[in-house]
């Protein structure tokens, strides 16, 4: 692919997602930097300021990728993320039963409410793209991403990312409020429902596509 080309379907990609994520330009721009440069994105904001419609819009927008959402809760456990093996029924072996990590876009919400020890299940497939489930280790999907969110620290329940956590994100961004104009326009123009949030979003670059500007 030739540069021209890739310039012009990152700004395909970018005019894509401000078609349904409104009030965050640079936040949007930043966040579309990082994925082409093969990064994590950790985003600091409160609840409800579009973080999963805009995980899901990305994914829409990229023909083949498939997303997936874990909710940080404090009783989350490493195989609610990363998924387990049981055994199969009739069979002497194991079957992988797999988590949400395995999706290509992986939005983390709260990650900060989340205990270490979770966390710390989060580590192996932000660094290497693979987990390990008991004694296997187990690819996953090309392109990954983690797009995670943390709550303020004043916030109760939320702990402090460790060193290791926040040096497998290439960005930080602030995901602040919105003007009072765009929240007025989100308020006229939301649909109840998230899909129907995405009914004008249709894939504008390919997975292959995007592989190849990485």
Known sequence: MDFDSAVRLTHDLRDNLGKVVKGHETGVDLLVITLMAKGHVLLESVPGEGKTLLSTTLAASIDGMSSGRISGQP?????????????????DRFELLKGPIFNNIVLFDEL?????????ALLEAMQEHQVTIGSSSHKLPQPFHVIATQNPLSHEGTWELDA??????????????SPREIEFQIAREAKA?????????????????????Q
């Open 112 to 120: 900060n409410r989340t205990d270490p020890r979770t966390q710390s």
């Open 75 to 91: 009783t989350l456990k490493p195989s609610d993320l990363l998924g387990a093996e049981i055994a199969s029924e009739g069979a």
């Open 193 to 213: 429902s998230l899909q129907e949030n995405l009914k004008n979003i249709s894939p504008v670059i390919s997975r292959y596509e995007f592989a190849e500007i």
């Open 164 to 177: 290791a956590a926040k040096q497998r994100f290439m960005v930080k961004i602030e995901w602040t409020f």
